[in-house]
């Protein structure tokens, strides 16, 4: 069973999909970064590569972002950060990107340099499913999953596709537009997750304006986990401006969404 696999079959508490962008806000602390997320708990880690036309991204990813390019993060850097920090986690790796960068780096050189550095899965947003044969293919022959994104407006044939090929689980997309913050989990969220579930049995992550508690208790009464990014990377920030511990301001974020700070 894959390191995905055991996370989502794992019994007990509301399953969380913890994001934060490779090279945030330095190399250095970017890994003590995904130790910390993996103690607070969080069930997957997705590690974002920082490209600089991140389509799907709001501002607050979208300036963790900068700040990661303007640190030097590549591509090949944050597969040597994932490899860096694997042995201390227990938790899968998940990369979430964008195809140009696999393609500069050349897919088979990517997908052998994600297979060493310990990934679990591969989340390329902007690859559309019907060109994604030779990339999950190369993924697979190297035991990593290929996930698929599906949204409010995705078709039944195309959501039925999606389910038919991903790997690993998949990734609903609440609501459309970018990542970022919101006050409530959207109203298109659990109508979305239905229409996943009638069609496979794959595990569904729900993210995009997942910041909260109790959004997070709410979402996983009908998804099998909930993805927070954007309310995380802000607390990278945060902490990096006033001078705070980082790592330690992301443990207990962890803690608090997953309702484990009291233990």
Same mark, same amino acid.
């Given at each position: 069973?894959?390191?995905?696999?055991?996370?989502?079959?794992?019994?007990?508490?509301?399953?969380? =999909?913890?994001?934060?962008?490779?090279?945030?806000?330095? =190399?250095?602390?970017? @890994?003590?970064?995904?130790?910390?997320?993996?103690?607070?708990?969080?069930?997957?880690?997705?590690?974002?590569?920082?490209?600089?036309?991140?389509?799907?991204?709001?501002?607050?990813?979208?300036?963790?972002?900068?700040?990661?390019?303007?640190?030097? #993060? #590549?591509?090949?850097?944050?597969?040597?950060?994932?490899?860096?920090?694997?042995?201390?986690?227990?938790?899968?790796?998940?990369?979430?990107?964008?195809?140009?960068?696999?393609?500069?780096?050349? %897919?088979?050189?990517? =997908?052998?340099? +994600?297979?060493?550095?310990?990934?679990?899965?591969?989340?390329?947003?902007?690859?559309?499913?019907?060109?994604?044969?030779?990339?999950?293919?190369?993924? +697979?022959?190297?035991?990593?999953?290929?996930?698929?994104?599906?949204?409010?407006?995705? #078709?039944? @044939?195309?959501?039925?596709?999606?389910?038919?090929?991903?790997?690993?689980?998949?990734?609903?997309?609440?609501?459309?537009?970018? %990542?970022?913050?919101?006050?409530?989990?959207?109203? /298109?969220?659990?109508?979305?997750?239905?229409?996943?579930?009638?069609?496979? /049995?794959?595990?569904?992550?729900?993210?995009?304006?997942?910041?909260?508690?109790?959004?997070?208790?709410?979402?996983?009464?009908?998804?099998?986990?909930?993805?927070?990014?954007?309310?995380?990377?802000?607390?990278?920030?945060?902490?990096?401006?006033?001078?705070?511990? =980082?790592?330690?301001?992301?443990?207990?974020?962890?803690?608090?969404?997953?309702?484990?700070?009291?233990?």
């Amino acid at each position: 069973m894959s390191r995905l696999a055991q996370a989502f079959a794992r019994p007990g508490q509301p399953k969380l =999909v913890a994001f934060a962008t490779a090279g945030d806000p330095d =190399v250095a602390r970017s @890994a003590d970064v995904l130790r910390a997320m993996a103690r607070g708990g969080a069930d997957v880690l997705e590690v974002g590569v920082p490209f600089s036309d991140p389509i799907a991204d709001g501002p607050v990813i979208q300036r963790a972002i900068e700040r990661a390019l303007a640190g030097g #993060t #590549t591509m090949r850097r944050a597969l040597d950060l994932v490899r860096s920090v694997r042995p201390d986690l227990d938790v899968p790796v998940v990369l979430f990107t964008y195809v140009n960068p696999v393609l500069r780096m050349g %897919t088979e050189e990517f =997908v052998s340099r +994600a297979a060493d550095a310990g990934v679990d899965g591969v989340l390329l947003l902007d690859l559309p499913i019907e060109e994604s044969a030779a990339t999950r293919d190369a993924l +697979a022959r190297r035991g990593i999953d290929q996930i698929f994104l599906v949204s409010p407006t995705t #078709t039944p @044939a195309r959501l039925r596709e999606a389910a038919r090929l991903g790997r690993g689980f998949l990734y609903a997309i609440s609501r459309l537009g970018v %990542t970022g913050a919101r006050d409530a989990v959207a109203e /298109s969220a659990a109508p979305l997750v239905e229409r996943v579930r009638e069609v496979t /049995s794959l595990p569904v992550a729900l993210g995009f304006g997942i910041s909260r508690p109790e959004h997070v208790r709410e979402v996983t009464r009908f998804a099998d986990a909930a993805v927070v990014g954007s309310a995380l990377v802000q607390v990278i920030a945060d902490a990096t401006r006033t001078g705070g511990d =980082v790592p330690a301001r992301v443990e207990a974020f962890i803690r608090w969404l997953k309702g484990t700070s009291g233990e």
